[in-house]
C-alpha cells in the first residue's frame, strides 16, 4: 500500500457517511477496496464494496490533477440528460471522489469481447443518443473555449514528442514549412465549425455498457467549447479499436443526420462534414501520437505507444482522401511514417 492509497483509506470512512442517506442501509458484510483501473493521467480508480453496494473511488492527486472540473462537468452533463456517475462525496484538497459504480465492462471490453453486428449499432446508436443531447445543451462561455491557440498546443505535441523524441528527428527547413502549411489548414477548417460542448475522449474505452438505458459516459473532465465534429471523429476513429474506413463513414453520415435533424449546425451536405471530421481528425490522431510519446518517454508507460500504427492508418486514409492534405503526406513520407 502506498503512501496515497493509505490517506484514501483514512478517508474512505467519513465519505461513506456523507453518502449513506442517499446510499440506503449498508450490508452488514466488511467492506473492501481492490483497484479498479489506472488512467493515461496521475489519476487512478478503486471499487469498494460492501454486500451488494458497489462504488468507485477516484485518486487524482492534486498536486497533478485539479478534480473540481469533473464534478462541474458531471453536473452539466447529468442537468443535459446524459448518464454519468454520480458524486457521492469529494474532498478537492486531497484529491478523493466518491463516485457511483457504472459497471465493469466498456464499450471497448464488449468489443473485444465480441459482439454481433446488431447489437454494436444498438451500442453506438445510444452513444449517439447521448452525443446530441450533450450537444444541444451547450452555452457559449459556460466551458473553456477548444480555441486555436488550444489547437496549436496540441499539434506541437507532434514535432516535440513523436517526431524529435521518439523518431529521434527534429524538424528541417522544409518541414517546418509543410508543418505550418498544415496548421493552417486544419485551423481554418477546425475554427469555421459550430462551436458546442465537446468531450475530447468520446471513446469506447469512455462508454460503459448499461444494463439497460443509454450509456454512462466517463473521464469528461476535460471537456471544452469546440468543434461540432470532434466527438463523434473520436468515437468512430477509435484510439484503441479499428473499423474499416467504409463503416466508420456509414455511422459517420448517421450521426451528421440525426445530428441536423434535432438541429446542430452542420454543414448542408454530407461532402462539406466528410471534410470537416478528416481534418479534425488529423488534428486529433496528430495530438495523440505526440500524446502516447510523451507518456512513454516522460510518464514511464509505453504500451499506449503500441497503437501508433492506427494513427498512421487514420493520417494515411484522410491524405488520401482530402488532396489538400499533401502537406502532410509529403511530411510522413519523409519521416517514413506509413500505417
Same mark, same amino acid.
Given at each position: 500500500m502506498d503512501a496515497r492509497e493509505a490517506q484514501l483509506r483514512q478517508w474512505l470512512p467519513a465519505a461513506i457517511a456523507q453518502a449513506a442517506p442517499e446510499l440506503g442501509p449498508l450490508a452488514a458484510a466488511e467492506p473492501s477496496l481492490s483497484a479498479a483501473s489506472a488512467d493515461a493521467s496521475a489519476r487512478r480508480?478503486?471499487?469498494?464494496?460492501?454486500?451488494?453496494?458497489?462504488?468507485?473511488?477516484? #485518486?487524482?492527486? +492534486?498536486?497533478?490533477? #485539479?478534480?473540481? +472540473?469533473f464534478v462541474r462537468i458531471a453536473g452539466l452533463m447529468a442537468d443535459a440528460g446524459v448518464r454519468v456517475p454520480r458524486v457521492y462525496a469529494s474532498d478537492l484538497q486531497q484529491g478523493f471522489l466518491l463516485l457511483e459504480d457504472m459497471g465493469q465492462r466498456t464499450f471497448l471490453e464488449q468489443i473485444q469481447a465480441g459482439i454481433d453486428s446488431i447489437r454494436l449499432d444498438q451500442l453506438f446508436d445510444a452513444a449517439v443518443d447521448s452525443l446530441i443531447r450533450w450537444q444541444l445543451a451547450s452555452q457559449p462561455q459556460v466551458l473553456p473555449p477548444y480555441d486555436s491557440a488550444v489547437l496549436q498546443r496540441e499539434l506541437a505535441l507532434f514535432p516535440d514528442w513523436y517526431a524529435a523524441r521518439h523518431l529521434q528527428h527534429s524538424f528541417n527547413e522544409v518541414d517546418r514549412a509543410d508543418w505550418a502549411e498544415l496548421c493552417q489548414l486544419l485551423l481554418a477548417s477546425i475554427n469555421a465549425e459550430a462551436r458546442v460542448y465537446v468531450h475530447r475522449d468520446y471513446m469506447a474505452r469512455n462508454l460503459m455498457v448499461p444494463v439497460s438505458g443509454a450509456p454512462a459516459v466517463l473521464d469528461f473532465q476535460d471537456a471544452l467549447c469546440g468543434p461540432a465534429s470532434y466527438d463523434a471523429t473520436s468515437l468512430f476513429a477509435d484510439a484503441f479499436f479499428s473499423w474499416p474506413e467504409p463503416r466508420r463513414d456509414a455511422w459517420m453520415h448517421s450521426y451528421w443526420q440525426r445530428a441536423r435533424d434535432a438541429g446542430i449546425e452542420l454543414p448542408a451536405e454530407y461532402a462539406g462534414f466528410q471534410r470537416q471530421y478528416r481534418l479534425m481528425g488529423v488534428q486529433r490522431h496528430l495530438k495523440v501520437l505526440g500524446i502516447f510519446a510523451r507518456i512513454r518517454y516522460r510518464d514511464g508507460k509505453p504500451?499506449?505507444?503500441?497503437?501508433?500504427?492506427r494513427f498512421l492508418a487514420y493520417l494515411q486514409s484522410a491524405c488520401q482522401a482530402e488532396p489538400d492534405l499533401a502537406p502532410l503526406q509529403r511530411l510522413l513520407t519523409r519521416l517514413e511514417l506509413t500505417a
Open positions: 480508480y478503486f471499487r469498494w464494496q460492501q454486500g451488494n453496494l458497489s462504488l468507485i473511488v477516484m #485518486d487524482a492527486p +492534486p498536486e497533478h490533477e #485539479d478534480s473540481e +472540473p504500451h499506449y505507444l503500441e497503437d501508433a500504427p
